[in-house]
């Protein structure tokens, strides 16, 4: 069984920065792409950006030159650096794995920004 972690949200204002961490544990072998979704409430879940093993990254265009994904195959670890963050940017921010070809969630993770 796999289990991915996020940590790293809370409160931050207009204009902050946050990192959103996950990790990744359990019988991995492989982990092909990790990444972030979001969901506001109301709205539907969206991704916000992926990393496929090595380093290619796609973002969403609403955060594009603000967030950065990166990942630490080390560790099974993926991070999300988030920069000039907006109140439209608060959401439960979910951490997303293909283990072995699987998909997996994380329970999510709370980021508000603050106007």
């Known amino acids: 069984q796999v289990q991915l972690v996020e940590s790293g949200g809370g409160l931050v204002q207009a204009g902050g920065s946050l990192r959103l961490s996950c990790a990744a544990s359990g019988s991995i072998f492989r982990i092909n792409a990790m990444g972030w979704y979001r969901q506001a409430p109301g709205k539907q879940r969206e991704l916000v950006a992926v990393i496929i093993s090595g380093s290619s990254a796609n973002y969403a265009d609403s955060v594009k030159g603000r967030f950065t994904i990166s990942r630490d195959n080390a560790k099974n670890t993926v991070y999300l650096q988030m920069t000039s963050l907006k109140p439209e940017d608060t959401s439960v921010y979910y951490c997303?794995?293909?283990?072995?070809?699987?998909?997996?969630w994380g329970k999510g993770i709370l980021v508000t920004v603050s106007s």
């Open positions: 997303h794995a293909y283990v072995h070809g699987m998909p997996y």
